[in-house]
């Protein structure tokens, strides 16, 4: 696609559900992020995909937190049983080159944990 | 670990003057990147400049511009000739060498007023 397509736009949902964010990198890009923009903590990086694997997964707060990617392009970013301190805005980005050179973003997906 | 600050949470500037974003970083690496990225409301992060640690000349890009003075640890953005359409947060990032991960400060609320 044209850019980095993340769904949905915003998620409302119940303490103790289980929630997916969706990321459509921009085709052809090789690399995927994942950053979560909360409140009290800025932006933080969860993990990182290099194809279908995950070399930096060092930013998951919890176990409750899991992704995965499939065919090197669409990824799923899962919280099990969220909790209200969940609630933030979790942004996708995607690179073809090398980290270094810059990512680019999508509009990231506000969650709220109610 | 690396940090990043914006001592400056919130700014507003009129229309057409030039505007200064303060960042300082903390590293022990000697060769990093460092970025600005703009956040308007459509929370969409866009990359509006970059700069290698090695490098000793300056970024520019159009109205943008940096100070990069690497043994102060700063790294500040200049905008000249500021629009209505640089009203956003703006974020300093710091990727060290070989990394894949951004490190981001806390961000600076740019207002431009008509």
Redesign the interface.
Known sequence: GAGVSQSPSNKVTEKGKDVELRCDPISGHT?L?W?RQSLGQ??E?LI?FQGNSA??KS?LPSDRFSAERTGGSVSTLTIQRTQQEDSA?Y?C?SSLKL??????????T?LTVV | AQTVTQSQPEMSVQEAETVTLSCTYDTSESNYYLFWYKQPPSRQMILVIRQEAYKQQNATENRFSVNFQKAAKSFSLKISDSQLGDTAMYFCAFMREGAQKLVFGQGTRLTINP
């Open positions: 690399a992020y950053y800025g932006l990086f990182y070399p930096d930013g805005v942004l980005a980290a270094k050179y810059g990512y680019t973003f999508g509009s990231g506000r």
